[in-house]
């Protein structure tokens, strides 16, 4: 079975710093993939970056980068300038399709708040 | 609008009645995806569509659930006999069999049993 961990259940960072959210997982397939999602209060779930298992380089999108540390498990998202925008709940989710299976597992996220 | 939309956006229903969904995928997607999220959660995979066919049911999707995607394009969940514990946000996904796998959400339509 996949699991999805999210240790912070809030964080605060200041605008226009980097602030960098965990998320370690747990599964026994070889293949796999991990995301990011971004909840506003609007409640809509927004992607923000992909890793696979298999990838080399560690994934970059914008002001969003993922430290895939595959060995210990962890995915954490790294978010560069922070701005008062970036104030959200913050989902890692992990597909795990070796299995046939495309469910995503969410862990239980992190709260950001971003001060000005 | 060229998004996953859901409705209704909000649902206010007395135990005991019948309650229906709608989803509406993005047009050249071919899977659907129904997640339930309670409050303090990540969303929960309940079941998921490659076109017409449910090829995948949670456990979480009791017997009082049912989902459908008739010509495979958008999708219905209906929950019979709701209960309190049935409340909570339902998000709809949907996505391309090729690529990464990433989901596109709609809103979500939360449901509140009283």
């Known amino acids: 079975a996949q699991k999805i961990t999210q240790t912070q259940p809030g964080m605060f960072v200041q605008e226009k710093e980097a602030v960098t959210l965990d998320c370690t997982y747990d599964?026994?397939?070889?293949?796999?993939?991990l995301f990011w999602y971004k909840q506003p209060s609007s409640g809509e779930m927004i992607f923000l970056i992909y890793?696979?298992?298999?990838?080399?380089q560690n994934a970059t999108e914008g002001r969003y980068s993922l430290n895939f540390q595959k060995a210990r498990k962890s995915a954490n998202l790294v978010i560069s300038a922070s701005q008062l925008g970036d104030s959200a709940m913050y989902f890692c989710?992990?597909?795990?399709?070796?299995?046939?299976?495309?469910?995503?597992?969410f862990g239980k996220g992190t709260k950001l708040s971003v001060i000005p | 609008d060229t998004g996953v939309s859901q409705d209704p956006r909000h649902k206010i229903t007395k135990r005991g009645q019948n309650v229906t969904f709608r989803c509406d995928p993005i047009s050249e997607h071919n899977r659907l995806y129904w997640y339930r999220q309670t409050l303090g959660q990540g969303p929960e995979f309940l079941t998921y569509?490659?076109?017409?066919?449910?090829?995948?049911k949670s456990r979480l999707l009791s017997d009082r659930f049912s989902a459908e995607r008739p010509k495979g394009s958008f999708s219905t969940l209906e929950i019979q006999r709701t209960e309190q514990g049935d409340s909570a946000m339902y998000l709809c996904?949907?996505?391309?069999?090729?690529?990464?796998?990433?989901?596109?959400f709609g809103e979500g339509s939360r449901l509140t049993v009283l």
């Open positions: 996904a949907s996505s391309l069999v090729e690529g990464t796998g990433e989901l596109f």
């Open positions: 599964t026994s397939d070889p293949s796999y993939g």
């Open positions: 569509f490659q076109n017409e066919a449910q090829l995948e």
């Open positions: 890793q696979g298992s298999y990838d080399q």
């Open positions: 989710a992990m597909e795990s399709s070796g299995a046939g299976s495309y469910q995503l597992t």
